[in-house]
Structure formats: C-alpha cells, structure tokens
C-alpha cells in the first residue's frame, strides 16, 4: 500500500510563489514517476506536471516557465515549486504515482491565489 501526503498549499496573492511537498511511504519516489494534477471547482481533474525515476520532467503548458516539479529520493519527497502564481491557478493539487498496476492519490491541498 502506498500512502501520499500533500502539504504546501495555503492562501497567496497573484504573482506570489509556494511549494508544495508530496511525501510518500517506502522509497518508491526513486523508482517511480511521480505527477501533480490540480481540480479547480467546477472542473475536471487535470495534470499540472511529472517527473520520471530518471529525472525527466514534463509540464502543462499553461504552468511551463512558472512550476518547477523536483524530488529528493533521500525524503522520499516530491516538490511543485509554483512561481507567479495566477488566480486560475486556485485549485485542489493532489500527487500521484502508478505503482505495481495501481493508482494512488493523495488527500490534495488546497491552493487559493487571491488578492
């Protein structure tokens, strides 16, 4: 059974930045790929950003140049470093990772960019 807990999220004015950590049991952040998604109210769940046991990386476009996905295996942690946050950035974020055929999801944190 995999667990994952996000923490991060909070209040923030536009053009503010936080980050958000995704703390998962055992060690599979080194061998498993592991992704941000984000459900704002109203909408679908969608992805924000990945990255892979390699270190590869991949981003929406509507984050790239603004969040930055990173992972410290040691911590068994994955981070979303988000910059110039915007308010159509207000959203649940949740952290996810596919392991042995199964999907696991976090609780989510909510995330509300508001001046």
């Known amino acids: 059974q995999v667990q994952l807990v996000e923490s991060g999220g909070g209040l923030v004015q536009p053009g503010g930045s936080l980050r958000l950590s995704c703390a998962a049991s055992?060690?599979?952040?080194?061998?498993?790929?592991m992704g941000w998604y984000r459900q704002a109210p109203g909408k679908q769940r969608e992805f924000v950003a990945a990255i892979t046991s390699g270190g590869s990386t991949n981003y929406a476009d509507s984050v790239k140049g603004r969040f930055t996905i990173s992972r410290d295996n040691a911590k068994s942690t994955v981070y979303l470093q988000m910059n110039t946050l915007k308010p159509e950035d207000t959203a649940v974020y949740y952290c996810?990772?596919?392991?042995?055929?199964?999907?696991?999801w976090g609780q989510g944190t909510q995330v509300t960019v508001s001046s």
């Open positions: 996810n990772t596919a392991y042995w055929g199964s999907s696991y």
């Open positions: 055992g060690s599979i952040v080194s061998i498993t790929a």
